[in-house]
């Protein structure tokens, strides 16, 4: 374990030193944030200047949310587009044979190695939002930041669960390069709370592509309106999705052929 | 053989050639399409809004209508050039076009059409049966229709040019990318794509009309749901034709001083 995490910090300092390279990149990417950040306020306006609520949501936990959807976009951005976007490309050229000679976990190496550092802003801009939004809410509060924590976390995990195993499909069909538009697509269902979304989108979005738990459900915890049974939940559906990702990669991998052999 | 005569054949070519590798995409742009589904999730959001009764105007139906079509135009104006350019120009890629007889921009063109022509079938198909399915009539005259028609070209034409233009300043940065981001941010709140303008702040539909963001969805929108006609649509032409000659003539202008640059570098 302490080994993993010292190879981690060595490849993300080896990102970090790419990137600083492009530093005016860094606050182009800030202020796109602020940029997306403000129109999207715009709309929320707009929105409840029409109604009180949307989705019995108030403004305050809506912008709470607004702030979890782009915190969950970073992340993705951040960590998850640079490394797995180039399994396909591993698979292709047959690259990932030197990664599964190595002394550590090909899962390891294929998730971590990458991170887009200029991001990191956007980051920052999301926890901020966060932040004010429980403190209009009046929710800021320990026990509220931590069942947060908990919820993001889980978020987190089903993220990375799901992209991975569509990203592993790579194996059987090679060319999935734009598996990640797709996602981008049902996760922008993620910047409003479900219950704002008819019946069937919402049963959609909950049981089938599980935006539910991604912004929903931490948004919720910021608000103090979870329920345990949601919470519950949420932790299940990452630890079955995960469990589930991982018994994927291993098939995948006993079906590898490699392209260069 | 006349310029003309000369130029058709040229832009025949280059359009056959490119509808020929675009129809090897068509898996591609199936997935590009649904890439541009935000407009979708949003008439789902204020569909669920309108469920209790008329939101500022607009019933569910109406929402279902607004949205389906913004889906629409913005497909059928669906540009990427920036990338081929900012590509083109930082590998050097770009020297072999210049090598031939007629300006790389027209080869980006015949692109673009041919990618429309392929794509075309593909969303109409969709946003009828939406349409059809949300019980939402569009008032189909020849005026709504081919004033549509008429604007949906106008606003590709800004749309290729304000992108070409950004993506020509490669020539002096490599931060064209994030500022076609800043640009896209901006454009898809300020065109209506995410609400109808109308129902926006008096202060920001104050100022709207003197940018050109409301040609590229909102005014061909209103142009086909009817809401734009007459004189008013006369209007819409003329303005929207003046900010597409303004990119084009800035397109140009940053294209004679960039291939200088170009050439300067050696590449």
Do not use: C
Request: proline content about 5%; aromatic content about 14%; hydrophobic content about 55%.
């Amino acid at each position: 374990m302490r080994r993993y995490l010292r190879i981690w910090r060595i490849f993300f300092t080896h990102s970090l030193i790419q990137d600083l390279e492009y530093r005016l990149n860094w606050w182009l990417n800030a202020f796109n944030t602020l940029l997306f950040l403000g129109s999207s306020a715009l709309v929320l306006w707009v929105v409840f200047t029409q109604a009180d609520a949307i989705g019995g949501w108030t403004f305050d936990q809506a912008l709470t949310l607004l702030g979890v959807y782009l915190l969950i976009e970073g992340v993705t951005v951040v960590f998850l587009v640079p490394n797995l976007n180039r399994v396909p490309q591993y698979v292709r050229k047959g690259e990932l044979d030197y990664l599964l000679l190595k002394p550590i976990a090909a899962r390891f190496i294929v998730s971590t190695r990458y991170a887009s550092v200029w991001w990191v802003p956007q980051l920052g801009l999301a926890l901020a939002v966060i932040l004010v939004g429980m403190a209009r809410q009046g929710t800021l509060t320990i026990g509220h930041l931590g069942l947060l924590a908990l919820m993001l976390v889980a978020a987190i995990g089903t993220l990375y669960a799901v992209w991975f195993a569509l990203t592993t499909t790579a194996f059987w069909f090679v060319k999935v390069d734009n598996v990640s538009e797709l996602f981008t697509a049902f996760f922008a269902a993620g910047r409003f709370p479900v219950s704002a979304y008819p019946g069937w989108v919402r049963a959609l979005l909950t049981f089938v592509v599980p935006v539910a738990f991604l912004t929903t459900v931490p948004a919720e915890a910021a608000a103090g309106t979870l329920t345990w049974g949601w919470a519950l939940a949420a932790v299940g559906v990452a630890v079955v999705l995960l469990a589930a990702s991982q018994a994927l990669w291993r098939y995948a991998l006993a079906s590898y052929t490699s392209a260069s052999s | 053989m006349t310029t003309f005569a000369a130029n058709w054949r040229k832009g025949r070519a280059l359009f056959v050639h490119a509808f020929a590798s675009m129809t090897e995409y068509r898996a591609e742009i199936v997935i590009w399409m649904i890439s541009g589904s935000l407009p979708l999730v949003m008439m789902a959001m204020w569909i669920g809004l309108a469920a209790d009764g008329p939101v500022g105007g607009y019933a569910a139906a109406d929402f279902a209508a607004y949205f389906l079509v913004v889906f629409l135009v913005r497909q059928l104006t669906v540009v990427w050039v920036i990338w081929e350019l900012d590509r083109e120009i930082r590998l050097g890629e770009l020297s072999p076009k210049l090598l031939r007889p007629i300006d790389p921009v027209w080869g980006h063109v015949a692109d673009n059409l041919a990618e429309k022509a392929v794509r075309l079938p593909l969303v109409l198909l969709p946003v009828v049966a939406g349409l059809w399915w949300a019980g939402a009539r569009l008032p189909l005259t020849p005026e709504s229709l081919g004033g549509f028609a008429l604007l949906v070209v106008g606003a590709w034409v800004i749309k290729f040019f304000q992108q070409y233009a950004t993506g020509l300043l490669t020539f002096w940065t490599d931060q064209t990318v994030g500022l076609e981001r800043v640009w896209f941010s901006v454009s898809m709140v300020l065109s209506g794509a995410l609400a109808p303008l109308d129902l926006f702040p008096e202060a920001v539909r104050g100022v709207l009309p003197y940018t050109p963001f409301p040609y590229l969805v909102d005014v061909p929108v209103q142009a086909l749901l009817g809401r734009l006609a007459g004189p008013d649509l006369l209007q819409a032409f003329a303005v929207q034709g003046a900010w597409g000659l303004a990119f084009f003539v800035g397109s140009r202008l940053l294209w004679r001083n960039g291939i200088r640059r170009y050439g300067a570098v050696g590449a």
